[in-house]
């Protein structure tokens, strides 16, 4: 099973990384909450444009669709206790077979544990060409969550000792593969029938308040203590999803943003991200994956960018 963001590495990244000091104001749509202190990238000094559903970006025009391919993590593969129909996948091929067609063929290649270097690159195969063994002459969508295992990897470095500057580079060259995964699948030779992707960016359950201790099974999953500073780390992350979703024309579903508010924090007034006394959790008791709440919540979103 996946396992999440883990402290270490978000720590690290808040240390050694500066957010801008011009971050511009927060969207409207991302306003109802405190963005700046949430960890929040900055869309607008990244040139997204901005859906107006609050869902994620407005890059594409998602149409004629002629399969679904889901890749990436175990929040996309999914897991125990919610049950199989009530996945956001499960969720995001009933409404895109709605709107494209009920023979719509659908394909899913994520896993447990996937990193981004198992979209192009690793993997027995790698996702990409498990799901496109050949060019795919059909228009295509590709819905995908992936980047909270590459961050195990970077704690289990630090683990090992090696230097903050050597984990840093380990965390770029991630966002490098990403890079190069997604710079594959809009590559018209491998797909002249037309490709959209719609990526998900990481999300934490604290709520922005960085207290992992807060989700019951946290130690069970190897969650301990307090890091407010890994809120830095979640900006530099995502901030490098903007900026890919930006040079590509892809869109990007914003999970953290979405999600902040509905974690183990969610009746914390004083959580950056709080949104009211009875706001709903979205999270389960592995800390880090969805409930079926979240689960429902992430394939609106994920429809919602698809629609505009």
């Not at 960890?39 to 559903?53: K, L, N, V, W």
């Not at 719609?198 to 934490?204: A, C, K, P, S």
């Not at 900006?235 to 999970?255: K, P, T």
């Not at 943003?257 to 979205?282: I, K, L, Q």
Request: hydrophobic content about 40%.
């Amino acid at each position: 099973m996946s396992v999440g963001y883990n402290p270490l590495m978000l720590l690290l990244l808040g240390c050694t990384t500066a957010i801008p000091d011009d971050t511009a104001e927060p969207a409207p749509c991302l306003s109802e909450v405190d963005g700046e202190n949430a960890g929040f990238a900055d869309y607008a000094t990244a040139g997204a444009t901005m859906g107006t559903h609050c869902a994620g970006t407005d890059h594409q025009e998602i149409e004629g669709v002629e399969r679904l391919v889901f890749m990436g993590d175990s929040v996309t593969e999914g897991t125990p206790p919610t049950e199989t129909w009530a996945y956001y996948r499960s969720l995001v091929t009933e409404g895109v077979r709605a709107r494209f067609g009920d023979d719509l063929p659908v394909d899913e290649c994520s896993r447990w544990g996937a990193r981004t270097d198992d979209l192009l690159q690793d993997g027995d195969p790698a996702q990409i060409a498990e799901c496109f063994p050949e060019v795919e002459e059909r228009r295509t969508l590709v819905v995908l969550t992936v980047g909270g295992n590459d961050v195990v990897a970077f704690s289990d470095e630090l683990d090992a000792g090696a230097t903050d500057e050597a984990v840093l580079a380990s965390a770029d060259a991630a966002l490098g593969l990403l890079h190069d995964a997604l710079i594959h699948l809009r590559d018209p030779s491998f797909f002249p029938g037309g490709v959209d992707v719609v990526l998900g960016n990481v999300f934490e359950f604290t709520d922005a308040t960085g207290d992992l201790v807060a989700c019951p099974l946290a130690e069970t999953f190897g969650f301990t203590g307090t890091y407010p500073q890994m809120l830095e780390g979640y900006a530099y992350i995502n901030q490098a999803y903007a900026g890919m979703a930006v040079e590509l024309d892809i869109d990007l579903v914003f999970m953290h943003e979405n999600f902040c508010g509905h974690g183990f924090h969610n009746d914390d007034p004083d959580s950056p991200c709080y949104r009211g006394a009875d706001n709903e959790r979205w999270f389960d008791n592995t800390c880090i994956h969805p409930n079926p709440a979240g689960h429902a919540e992430l394939a609106r979103m994920v429809l919602a960018v698809v629609d505009e």
